[in-house]
């Protein structure tokens, strides 16, 4: 047996990969090879037939930030004539829409605005959480809570803390990039450093928050650094559990300053396989269909995912970027069916919903 088939039996069989063995594997197996690794492993996790995803939506509530990233087409600069913030009563209005689809989880996230004070996201869960007590408010990303932290002059504990008591019931892994410090200070200089962001995610977590982890690559970042990425991620989920999943989307290059090339399929796919095979930690993996299409979301189920990940009933900041795909619950089912999986409705959780489907087999 080869040195790359003994890498991928052992991965397959959930034994942990070095870093140096994922960058090996990640560079030199087959695409095919890896996939079918990554694809066991998965099945020996979830061997039943179900592939979840959840009724979600993102409000994307300000454009102002004071970060600008480079490989961000949606944010606008303080003062700009086009930055816009929404009003409490915007929001619950779109809150209310996404419920009345059958939304169970709502992500608000947007600029880092210094002008929002911790009162207006006090308030505003407050109102959700009264308003409609049957969702989760899955919402702002470790930059934003770092931008009220430091407008309000607070530690990272106590703001989450009161967003806590608010209504925040849990974090997105937005923010993270690629979390090394020579890919972001190219990419995003301004926002939080490595440090920063495993601090909110650690304190989060050991709030009772659960996280999700996220990684946009296909920007400037190299293979090494895709899986330092991952092996950061790993790290902090030995020592807290707190992840629930991890998901891995790519860069959208056509409208943002930093320009680029999109990347390909083949590597999207061949991410998500490295995903399953170097967390061993982490029990989800979710199909990012938004940035590569429903086509390759549907494959990201034979190369280790088991999520679908969400309906993103209404988002921006992708699409601003040059992104086109959207998906209705229809849509994700249909794939999922296609794929040779049965659908199943989830909360944020990743518990298993009793939730009709919108289209029953």
């Known amino acids: 047996m080869s040195e790359i088939a003994a890498l991928l039996e052992s991965s397959a069989a959930g034994r942990r990969l070095s870093y140096q063995d994922g960058v090996r594997l990640y560079r030199e197996a087959s695409l095919h090879d890896i996939g079918q690794a990554a694809h066991r492993r998965r099945s020996d996790l979830f061997p039943g037939p179900e592939v979840s995803y959840v009724i979600d939506t993102t409000i994307n509530y300000t454009n102002v930030c004071n970060v600008h990233c480079s490989f961000c087409a949606f944010f606008r600069p ?3 004539p086009e930055g816009y913030t929404m009003t409490h009563d915007d929001v619950l209005a779109r809150v209310k829409w996404s419920v009345d689809q059958g939304a169970t989880q709502i992500m608000i996230q947007g600029g880092v605005n210094p002008d929002l004070p911790l009162t207006y996201y006090v308030d505003l869960f407050e109102r959700i959480a009264r308003e409609f007590p049957d969702v989760d408010i899955h919402s702002l990303s470790t930059s934003e809570i770092c931008g009220i932290a430091k407008r ?11 967003l806590r008591a608010a209504g925040l019931k849990s974090l997105p892994g937005a923010g993270a990039e690629i979390l090394v410090e020579r890919v972001r200070r190219r990419i995003s200089a301004r926002k939080i450093d490595n440090d920063r962001w495993l601090d909110v995610m650690r304190v989060a977590q050991r709030l009772g928050m659960p996280t999700t982890a996220t990684m946009m690559f296909g920007s400037i970042e190299t293979d090494e650094e895709r899986i330092k990425h991952l092996d950061v991620l790993r790290e902090l989920q030995d020592e807290t559990g707190g992840f629930t999943a991890f998901i891995p989307w790519y860069y959208v290059p056509y409208k943002t300053p930093l ?5 390909t399929g083949l590597d999207y796919l061949r991410v998500i396989a490295i995903s399953r095979l170097y967390l061993d930690n982490f029990a989800h993996i979710q199909s990012s269909w938004l940035t590569p299409g429903m086509k390759l979301g549907q ?5 280790g995912a088991d999520d679908m990940g969400g309906t993103i009933l209404e988002e921006k900041v992708v699409t601003l970027a040059g992104n086109t795909n959207s998906a209705s619950r229809a849509d994700l089912e249909r794939t999922i069916r296609q794929a040779g999986y049965v659908p199943a409705v989830r909360d944020t959780y990743f518990q298993k919903r009793d939730y009709p489907l919108a289209t029953p087999a």
């Open 78 to 80: 303080e003062g700009h």
């Open 152 to 162: 309000e002059r607070m530690p990272i504990e106590d703001v989450l803390t009161t």
């Open 259 to 263: 320009k680029g090339k999109e990347t």
């Open 299 to 303: 494959l990201a189920l034979l190369f």
